[in-house]
């Protein structure tokens, strides 16, 4: 199995309606890709090393699967890459820019969204007010702020029907989408999903994975995909990668992944 990059994609600055003169303004450098590659990584708490030199590619404007058993390390890569926690040795590349070391906020800046596990929804806010938590580090002008609202409110029609409705009156896949349309505005070209599916009804789970299919294929993003959930992630993703106690037991293109009846068995888990 091959290790490195992966599908193919649009995954330009113009794809995701930005110009490249935009993407400077926001991180101070020129973006010159969209694609995410973790080199070398080492992450833990304390004495726990959860990432073990974990190398992975996710291609610009591809979705790329990140499997494993309980504790493989999939949670602690997201954390890693949005700077969560420190990084002890590697390289994160948004395109060619290491993002390793810098503050969560930085990291935001530079274009890396994450979704964490759990839908961190408030439930006594409305809709709106959680999704107005997306806009709070937004300088400028209130219009634009109330444009992009409105625009997440286009891509996400449940959630315009229920803005002024408080969000503990959202079903599960609404939380989600909630979750999602919150990350997006800041405006990321790679966004981190940890187990969007997890605890959502078999027909909920696949509405999630579409909107992860259309947030890839029509608006460009590049999507690092966290799943417990193998045989879903792989059906929707271009590229998986196995990890198992924090290394990297395979790679390869999702088709080749699912066909693979050893792997299914020892690692995904279907
Ligand atoms: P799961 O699907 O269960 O969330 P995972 O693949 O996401 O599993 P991680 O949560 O990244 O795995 O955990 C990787 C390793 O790090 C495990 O050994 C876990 O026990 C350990 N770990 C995770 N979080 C902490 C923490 N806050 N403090 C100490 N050890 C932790």
Do not use: C
């Amino acid at each position: 199995m091959n290790r490195g990059a992966n599908g193919s994609g649009a995954g330009s600055s113009e794809a995701n309606g930005r110009s490249p003169a935009a993407d400077m303004d926001r991180t101070g450098a020129a973006a010159e890709s969209d694609s995410l590659t973790v080199e070398g990584l080492v992450a833990g708490y304390g004495e726990v090393i959860a990432l073990d030199g974990v190398t992975v590619t996710a291609s610009a404007g591809g979705i790329t699967a990140v499997l494993g058993a309980n504790g493989a390390g999939k949670t602690t890569l997201l954390r890693a890459v949005s700077g969560m926690i420190k990084t002890r040795r590697g390289r994160i590349l948004l395109g060619d820019h290491d993002v390793a070391g810098r503050s969560p906020e930085q990291i935001v800046r530079a274009g890396i969204a994450h979704v964490p596990e759990g839908q961190g929804v408030i439930p006594e806010l409305t809709v709106e007010e959680n999704l107005r938590i997306g806009t709070m580090s937004w300088r400028g002008r209130r219009a634009d702020r109330v444009a992009a609202l409105e625009e997440e409110y286009t891509r996400f029609k449940p959630l315009a029907d229920r803005r002024r409705k408080p969000a503990s009156t959202l079903s599960g896949g609404e939380r989600q989408m909630l979750v999602i349309a919150r990350a997006l505005l800041a405006r990321p070209r790679v966004l981190l999903l940890d187990e969007p599916s997890l605890g959502l009804a078999p027909r909920v789970m696949a509405q999630v994975m579409d909107l992860v299919v259309r947030l890839s294929r029509e608006h460009g993003l590049t999507i690092v995909l966290v799943e417990q959930n193998a045989r879903g992630a792989l059906a929707v993703a271009d590229h998986g990668v196995v990890l198992n106690l924090g290394r990297v037991v395979a790679s390869a293109d999702a088709a080749t992944l699912a066909a693979d009846v050893a792997l299914r068995h020892h690692y995904l888990g279907f």
